[in-house]
């Protein structure tokens, strides 16, 4: 298998066609797995936004102003209410604030980003980006599109790339069912093969100025394995998420 970036992709503006960008400067082959910045993704559907469009209510002046004392850091309640806007849950207030999005992941901010955002306060993530990576596809000639954003995690410090949208592929390889080496059967492993590949990405795509914002993974293969396309938890199934709320609201 083997990665390598698009080369040569401008400044991403409202409107551009990426699937066209991308087509014209790499020669796809069908079983490609083209995997695209949620960063671009946004950029291209318009999703920028200013502070000022996010007047802040009551309870983003309060979140703001704790999170301002908590950290010496001011924050602005504008930015709160844009998180709250993009949220249908607040997972932890404190010491920033981690939300699920309306497309389900769950992140800091809401995953609004600040770097990379030219002429505008913020970028937000893609409404549905699933739906994104569909419409990409539809103008590929490459067969599977991943979404992908850098995200932090808990228990680890670092950063690494997730799947937060996909298309023309399952997001997970289930190998319940099948045997380890020594013919034991695998009872519980389902694979985010989304994720890892989003993470995979994320290593060639960058962080910073590098402007390689489109990763083409050549030679993955699916193998003989079942497939899940389940990826974001429901909280009812997510027990850290559980022990967290318990903890929090004490
Ligand atoms: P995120 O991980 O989706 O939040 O995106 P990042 O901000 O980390 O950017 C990922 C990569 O895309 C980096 O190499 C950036 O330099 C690059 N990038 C971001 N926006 C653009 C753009 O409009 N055009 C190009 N060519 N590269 C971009
Ligand atoms: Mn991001
Ligand atoms: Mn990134
Ligand atoms: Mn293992």
């Known amino acids: 298998m083997e990665l390598f970036p698009v080369p040569d992709v401008p400044e991403i503006r409202e409107g551009d066609d990426l699937a066209a960008l991308v087509s014209e400067r790499v020669d796809l082959r069908p079983d490609d797995v083209v995997c695209v910045a949620s960063t671009v993704v946004s950029k291209a559907e318009g999703r920028f936004a200013d502070l000022e469009a996010f007047p ?10 704790r999170l301002s ?13 844009a998180v709250l806007e993009e949220s249908v849950d607040l ?52 067969d599977r599109v991943i979404v992908t954003d850098t995200c932090g995690r808990p228990f680890r410090h670092g950063q690494r790339g997730v799947a937060i949208g996909w298309a023309g592929m399952s997001a997970s390889r289930d190998w319940r069912g099948e045997s380890d080496r020594d013919g034991r059967e695998l009872g519980v492993t389902v694979e985010s093969v989304v994720d890892e590949l989003a993470a995979a990405a994320n290593l060639v795509q960058g962080e910073g100025a590098d402007g390689t914002p489109v990763v083409v993974v050549r030679g993955f293969e699916w193998g003989d394995h079942g497939e899940s396309d389940a990826h974001f938890r429901d909280v009812d199934g997510d027990f850290v998420r559980q022990a967290l709320r318990e903890w929090s609201y004490d």
């Open 56 to 65: 802040a209510g009551p309870r983003a002046r309060e979140l703001a102003a």
């Open 69 to 81: 004392d908590l950290t010496g850091d001011e924050k602005d309640p504008r930015f709160a209410q």
């Open 91 to 142: 997972v932890m207030d404190e010491p920033f604030l981690l939300t699920e999005t309306r497309f389900g992941h769950v992140g800091v901010n809401a995953g609004i980003d600040r770097s990379n955002v030219p002429d505008h306060d913020l970028l937000l993530l893609p409404k549905r980006p699933s739906e994104s990576a569909e419409r990409i596809r539809e103008g590929l000639a490459a």
